[in-house]
T-cell receptor
């Protein structure tokens, strides 16, 4: 079975400060890891993914995430937060051997960026 | 760009009604998914389909059924709606042969209220 934990329901940061949204995972075999963002009353938008290669992956809107195999983590980061980054963020995982491409999602973290 | 559309953004139904939620994707994807999203629980997989007329149960299939008669369309059916099925329903699609993408593409969601 695969699982994802997002330990923080909400993260508050001031505009211009760096932000981190945490994610840890459990999966059999090699993980494929994803971050999605959801704005109010919208579907999920893909931000970035880790499949293989460099542990630091860069995605849309200036976001990046670091894959840490020993800590089974995939934290989302941004050097300088914007008010427009305020949204709900989901981490997701699938096993590399999962032919059905089924993702398991975390519970979500609400990011609030204050001016 | 991949486009996933859902038939309704908001839906209000009465207890006991049969409810149909429709999802259409325009990228010839083999895989299609139905999730429900509830606060604090993230996204939970209801059903998925990897081909026409094929379906597999997800984590929470009870009270739901699905239909996939055409590759581009995946329907979620609530045979007899109940108040505990009030939720946001999200449809997603992805290619079977990932070709390096692997991510799922989401529709805008249907917020269903059962009274």
């Amino acid at each position: 079975a695969q699982s994802v934990a997002q330990p923080e329901d909400q993260v508050n940061v001031a505009e211009g400060n760096p932000l981190t949204v945490k994610c840890t995972y459990s999966v059999s075999g090699n993980p494929y890891l994803f971050w999605y963002v959801q704005y109010p009353n919208r579907g999920l938008q893909f931000l970035l993914k880790y499949i293989t290669g460099d542990n630091l992956v860069k995605g849309s809107y200036g976001f990046e995430a670091e894959f840490n195999k020993s800590q089974t983590s995939f934290h989302l980061k941004k050097p300088s937060a914007l008010v427009s980054d305020s949204a709900l963020y989901f981490c997701a995982v699938r096993s590399a051997g999962n032919a059905g491409n089924m993702l398991t999602f975390g519970g979500g973290t609400r990011l609030m960026v204050k001016p | 760009d991949v486009k996933v559309t859902q038939s309704s953004r908001y839906l209000v139904k009465r207890t006991g009604e049969k409810v149909f939620l429709e999802c259409v994707q325009d990228m010839d994807h083999e895989n299609m998914f139905w999730y429900r999203q509830d606060p604090g629980l993230g996204l939970r997989l209801i059903y998925f389909s990897y081909d026409v007329k094929m379906k597999e149960k997800g984590d929470i299939p009870e009270g739901y059924s699905v239909s996939r008669e055409k590759k581009e369309r995946f329907s979620l059916i609530l045979e007899s709606a109940s108040t505990n099925q009030t939720s946001m329903y999200l449809c997603a699609s992805s290619p079977l042969l990932a070709g390096g993408s692997y991510e799922q593409y989401f529709g805008p969601g249907t917020r269903l209220t059962v009274t």
